[in-house]
């Protein structure tokens, strides 16, 4: 059994950072597990590392489809689990890095997704009736067919929502049904970054008016240019929506910045349902702490000692 480690927690917590220091610590390759930073062009609005922080260490599943291209959990899972296996063949660490909640936990669980190909059809219909009768009236749908996968989905995430009906309605069997587990070929260090939330919206508030400097006013132009409209799945996430809407004309840039902030204090309150402060499978780490990095190298170094004495990594 091959070792990984894991790095979860909300967003602007610091995850992406600590995965390159890891990785250069330990002779590690990280592995993106945000369904956001998958797409080319879209730099600032998903917080990408940067092109410097990229070349620091080996980073898999960044900037590999277009934003008008389909992209489902299964085909994350997949190339995954490729690059996960090509980094340990070569006896490096593997280091799983995000805040997207069913990607981190369907290669942790083993998740076994549900091969039911796409209906263009039947998502355009419910993503009509999301327009027009509102997206809370498609969640509440979701929760009479299937309350369990409605539970681990943002009721404001139209777009996976749809996806959890269209497979109901296509094999007439609950999504979350046909999730089975299964226990996964490694061995695996969850480290999750928490701190108080005051402090975690004022860094969320502090990364939005960075994103602001550094141009995501033009990135969004850029991409509306190239001909990725506003009403592409990869286009209507945080960020990019409220922008959207400022260059369309319907809301002042000071009110889509402020929106920008109030969205993702409330993504991140969805995101702690996924990583629970209370589950024993994450060892928390407040970043608050003055400690923090000399704790998390020490921690990462035992698990990382036993694997190399199991001949699993390079010392």
């Not at 369904?35 to 980073?59: C, N, W």
């Not at 702690?272 to 003055?290: A, E, K, M, N, P």
């Amino acid at each position: 059994m091959s070792h990984l480690v894991a790095i979860v927690g909300p967003t602007a917590i610091g995850k992406s950072k600590l995965a390159i220091r890891l990785a250069q610590t330990f002779n590690g390759e990280v592995v993106s597990a945000d369904s956001r930073q998958v797409y080319r062009f879209m730099d600032i609005g998903t917080a990408k590392p940067s092109p410097e922080e990229l070349s620091l260490a080996p980073h898999h599943l960044i900037n590999i489809i277009n934003p008008d291209e389909d992209f489902s959990l299964a085909q994350y899972q997949k190339l995954a689990h490729r690059a996960i296996n090509d980094i340990q063949k070569r006896r490096k660490l593997a280091i799983l890095v995000g805040g997207s909640g069913q990607y981190i936990w369907s290669i942790l669980e083993g998740w076994g997704v549900p091969e039911v190909p796409p209906n263009p059809e039947l998502r355009q219909s419910l993503a009509e009736k999301a327009a027009r009768e509102g997206k809370d009236k498609l969640y509440q749908e979701l929760r009479k067919v299937d309350p369990a996968a409605a539970q681990g989905i943002d009721p404001s995430n139209v777009r996976r929502v749809i996806r959890a009906l269209e497979v109901y309605k296509g094999t007439n069997i609950p999504f979350s049904r046909l999730r089975c587990k299964q226990t996964p070929p490694f061995k695996a260090m969850i480290i999750g970054l928490t701190t108080d939330r005051v402090e975690l919206y004022r860094r969320i508030d502090s990364r939005v008016d960075e994103m602001i400097e550094q141009g995501l006013v033009a990135e969004a132009d850029r991409l509306l240019n190239r001909g990725y409209g506003f009403k592409l799945p990869a286009m209507s996430g945080i960020g990019y929506k409220q922008i959207g809407a400022f260059l369309n004309g319907g809301l002042p840039l000071a009110a889509a910045i402020q929106q920008i902030k109030f969205e993702t204090h409330r993504f991140v309150r969805h995101q702690y349902t996924w990583f629970q402060l209370r589950d024993s499978r994450i060892s928390w780490v407040d970043i608050g702490s003055d400690d923090t990095d000399s704790q998390i190298t020490e921690s990462v170094a035992r698990f990382t000692a036993g694997a190399a004495e199991a001949g699993h990594l390079l010392r």
